[in-house]
């Protein structure tokens, strides 16, 4: 089964990046459709910018070690979903880097998560689930939640660079398709969490899905005018 699952996300990648780069406008259309004047997304702005602010604050050694940490689990967390055994994870003791072993011969999206998965948000969102099953949604949790959008950025832009040995192994290529429209799908998500919860998510794939539509109309249109 591993094997197969593996084959079978191997045969999407290139699709993968083709639907991400056609998508990338859709993406960025998409901002404009948040309201971000509501209490929601003030309290979700000042956590956003709580955290530069404490970034600053932080020892470097601390911050340094939490984002390799936060990197090998965000690996080893997609190598479970991929159902390949993880079997260590090793940070270096001088932060200089770390490394997550697994069973099998693991595959793209394995090696491509902590450049756009927020692992840190994610288990913040699915634990606010059960929070708001009990007590209605309050403008610290939306707080918390800006403040890991901030370290989810910063995050990544500070993981992305020459030296990284993980993005030769997807090819660049595949990075330049990739991530861009992936990031702005995942702040995306996390805003449409923000206002709905859940299901704010899925009515933001229905948005990036509609959006897509009409670029694509409009291109077409365009092109027969041209022709």
């Known amino acids: 089964m591993k094997i197969l699952l593996n084959r079978f996300i191997e045969l999407l990648k290139w699709p993968v990046a083709l639907y991400m ?19 929601r997304y003030l309290a979700l702005f000042g956590g956003f910018f709580l955290f530069f602010i404490s970034r600053g604050m ?7 070690s939490m984002e390799i940490l936060a990197h090998e689990l965000t690996h080893a967390f997609f190598a479970l979903l991929t159902l390949h055994k993880v079997t260590g994870i090793r940070i270096a003791w001088d932060n200089s880097g770390g ?20 692992l840190f948000g994610f288990f913040f969102m699915i634990a606010v689930s059960f ?18 959008i901030g370290y989810h950025l910063d995050a990544v832009g500070s993981q992305i660079h020459e030296k990284q040995t993980d ?11 990739f991530l861009p429209s992936a990031n702005l799908w995942t702040i995306g998500s996390m805003l449409a969490f923000n206002s709905r919860g ?3 998510i899925w009515i933001y794939q229905e948005l990036i899905a509609n959006l897509n539509t009409k670029n694509l109309n409009m291109a077409m249109n365009f092109l027969s005018n041209l022709f």
């Not at 780069?21 to 998409?30: C, D, F, K, M, R």
């Not at 490394?99 to 998965?117: C, D, R």
Request: charged residues 10%.
């Open 21 to 39: 780069l056609i998508s990338l406008p859709a993406y960025a259309q998409s901002l404009a459709y948040f309201q971000f004047t509501n209490f």
């Open 58 to 64: 932080m020892d470097s050694s601390v911050k340094t």
């Open 99 to 118: 490394n997550m072993s697994f069973e099998g011969e693991g595959n793209w999206l394995i090696t491509i998560a902590p450049y756009f998965f927020p």
């Open 131 to 148: 929070y708001t099953h009990f007590a209605p949604m309050n403008l610290f949790l939306n707080g918390i939640l800006g403040f890991l």
């Open 167 to 177: 993005l030769p192994k997807v090819s660049y290529l595949f990075c330049v398709l």
């Open 198 to 200: 859940w299901e704010g």
